[in-house]
């Protein structure tokens, strides 16, 4: 989703330079995230947790608080600060993605674009699959509506529930195709 300025900046005369579009893309999929996390709730996925990385760029920087405002309540948003390593190099992901975690902190899925837009099932089903199966094969069970079965074969929730599979990738992080 692109905000267009209606106005036109004058650099010099007779020469017009249209307003640069300002950049909230990430502001209308970080809205989705209340309507998915209370989906997900109704269904009895409990201690689901969602984090908002925002981009360390001084256009994203200049949005956090519209981000923020956008984002429903109880998704904190996290702004990188403009001399930090950037989150999304130490994590290897680009903006937009989405990065799942099981409750050992291990990544279980990592979705890039285009599958990681919300009106797709990618992200509501890694998630599901990461909380119904025992990806990481730990014994840790801190939800007793959780499978505790140590022997489900990885993907075969995805694999039943999307016409696409999914392989590792070579930092072992399972991606949607491209």
């Known amino acids: 989703m692109m905000v267009i300025k209606s106005t036109e900046n004058t650099f010099a005369p007779n020469v017009r330079i249209p307003a640069r579009p300002l950049n909230s893309s990430c502001i209308g999929p970080a809205a989705k995230l209340g309507v998915l996390r209370d989906k997900l709730a109704r269904g009895n996925l409990t201690d689901v947790a969602f984090l908002i990385v925002n981009e360390q760029d001084a256009e994203s920087r200049a949005m956090y608080w519209a981000l923020k405002r956008r984002t429903s309540k109880g998704i904190p948003v996290y702004q990188q600060g403009p001399l930090q390593t950037n989150v999304w190099d130490t994590l290897q992901g680009n903006k937009d993605d989405f990065l799942v975690y099981d409750r050992c902190g291990r990544l279980t899925f990592h979705i ?18 990461t909380y119904f199966q025992n990806i990481c094969n730990c014994t ?31 930092n072992n992080h399972r991606t949607t195709p491209v």
Request: charged share 15%; hydrophobic share 30%; no cysteine.
């Open 112 to 129: 890039v674009l285009p599958f990681s837009y919300l009106h797709y099932p990618y992200v509501e089903a890694a998630i599901r699959a």
């Open 140 to 170: 840790l069970d801190s939800n007793s509506t959780r499978l505790t079965s140590s022997n489900v074969t990885r993907g075969t929730y995805l694999e039943q529930n999307m016409t696409t599979t999914e392989s590792p990738n070579a």
